[in-house]
C-alpha cells in the first residue's frame, strides 16, 4: 500500500514539475533518470537524453543537471550513481562534447572515488559510487576504449 502511495505522490510531484514549474520535458528526463528510485534508468530513457545531446540548448540542461546530481552527498547516494551511469551511456551514445565535458571534470568525478554512505541496514551503498566513478574517469582517459564503445553502440543502434 505504501509504495502505491508513493508511486502515486512522485507522479502527482513530476506533473506539478511540468505544469505548474514548467520543468522543461528533457530536464524532468534527466531527474527521473538520475531519481533517488532502487531501480536504474530505462533505456529508452537514456537513449532519449543521449539524443538530446545534439541539441545545443537540451544539452545544457542536461549537463547542469548531471552535475548538481554529481555533488549530492550522502542519502542521495543514488542520485549520484545513476548521474555516473548516464555519463557512462552518453560516452557511448551521446555527442561528442559530452566526453570533453566529463575530462573537463576529471577531478571532480575522481574525488567520487572515496565517496563514503552507509545505508542504515550497515550496507556500504558508497562502494557502488566509488568503483563507477573510477571506471569512468578511466574510460575517458582512453580514447581507443572510447571509439571501441562508440562503434559498438552505433552497430547496436543500427540492429
Given amino acids: ?77 543514488r542520485h549520484v550513481y545513476k548521474a555516473l551511469t548516464v555519463l557512462e551511456y552518453l560516452v557511448a551514445h551521446g555527442s561528442e562534447r559530452v566526453i570533453d565535458e566529463i575530462r573537463e571534470h576529471a577531478y571532480q568525478i575522481s574525488t567520487l572515488s572515496d565517496f563514503q554512505y552507509i545505508d542504515s541496514s550497515g550496507r556500504d551503498q558508497g562502494n557502488n559510487v566509488r568503483k563507477k566513478s573510477q571506471s569512468l574517469v578511466v574510460l575517458v582517459n582512453d580514447k581507443e576504449r572510447i571509439q571501441e564503445v562508440r562503434q559498438k553502440a552505433a552497430a547496436n543502434r543500427d540492429k
Fill in 1 to 77: 500500500m505504501k509504495k502505491a502511495f508513493d508511486q502515486t505522490v512522485r507522479d502527482i510531484k513530476r506533473e506539478v514539475n511540468k505544469k505548474v514549474l514548467k520543468v522543461p520535458t528533457i530536464e524532468q528526463k534527466v531527474l527521473d533518470a538520475t531519481s533517488n528510485e532502487p531501480w536504474g534508468p530505462h533505456g529508452s530513457l537514456l537513449a532519449d537524453i543521449a539524443h538530446a545531446t545534439r541539441n545545443y540548448h537540451e544539452y545544457q540542461m542536461i549537463m547542469s543537471v548531471i552535475w548538481k546530481r554529481i555533488n549530492d552527498t550522502g542519502k542521495n547516494w
